[in-house]
């Protein structure tokens, strides 16, 4: 199976900063790799598809970028509605898998 | 506009049986492969299996933790995905999401599956 490391698991930051989360497969996943955001009681939401596609009504300021089999989620200025749990995902070979997670957490 | 509204959850003993469904509108569900995944409380998603379109071979694949005891369908012709669960285990208590695609486009609200004595 392929394992997929996310970190860092909590990240507490301000709003405007730009942060990033990194998630590593153990190995190739081509550019399979998905990004969502989820909030308490609520659905996950697709954020970034195939690496660093934005899926339509995602704002600007979210960005996805691959090097080999590491993957990161890039807020480029943080807002409010931000502070999330953020998971990646690989969907390139079953069974498929995601990441731990990482809170992303007012400071 | 896409919708995915889960149903059939509930509470369950331990080796007993449960089936969710799942109603599909807004897209053309016969072309899209389906997954279902959980997320037990307080803890991470984690895949449960997909059934892939019939266009598409019509197959299906599962997590480690519940192949064997768990079965996905579908019905094209009602737009409705299913997840049938038997022998039932608490570590199978979660929250069951349907998925739209294997990107993951669209996600249900959710059903709660709660396997206890």
């Known amino acids: 199976d392929i394992q997929m490391t996310q970190s860092p698991s909590s990240l507490p930051a301000s709003l405007g900063d730009r942060v990033s989360i990194s998630c590593r497969a153990s190995?190739?996943?081509?550019?399979?790799v998905n990004w969502y955001q989820q909030k308490p009681g609520k659905a996950p939401r697709l954020l970034i598809y195939a690496a660093s596609g934005l899926q339509s009504g995602v704002p600007s300021r979210f960005s996805g970028s691959e090097s080999g089999t590491d993957f990161t989620l890039t807020i480029s200025s943080l807002q409010p509605d931000d502070f999330a749990t953020y998971y990646c995902?690989?969907?390139?070979?079953?069974?498929?898998?995601f990441g731990q997670g990482t809170k992303l957490e007012i400071k | 506009e896409v919708q995915l509204v889960e149903s059939g959850g509930g509470l369950v003993k331990p080796g007993g049986s449960l089936r969710l469904s799942c109603a599909a509108s807004?897209?053309?569900?016969?072309?899209?492969?389906m997954n279902w995944v959980r997320q037990a409380p307080g803890k991470g998603l984690e895949w449960v299996g997909r059934i892939k379109s019939k266009l598409d071979g019509g197959t299906e694949d599962y997590g480690a933790p519940v192949k064997g005891r768990f079965t996905i369908s579908r019905d094209d012709s009602k737009k409705t995905l299913y997840l049938e669960m038997n022998s039932l285990k608490t570590e199978d208590t979660a929250v069951y999401f349907c998925?739209?695609?294997?990107?993951?486009?669209?996600w249900g609200q959710g059903t709660l599956v709660i396997v206890s004595s």
């Open positions: 998925v739209r695609s294997n990107s993951g486009s669209h």
């Open positions: 807004g897209f053309t569900f016969s072309s899209a492969s």
């Open positions: 995902h690989q969907s390139y070979s079953v069974p498929f898998t």
């Open positions: 190995q190739t996943v081509s550019n399979f």
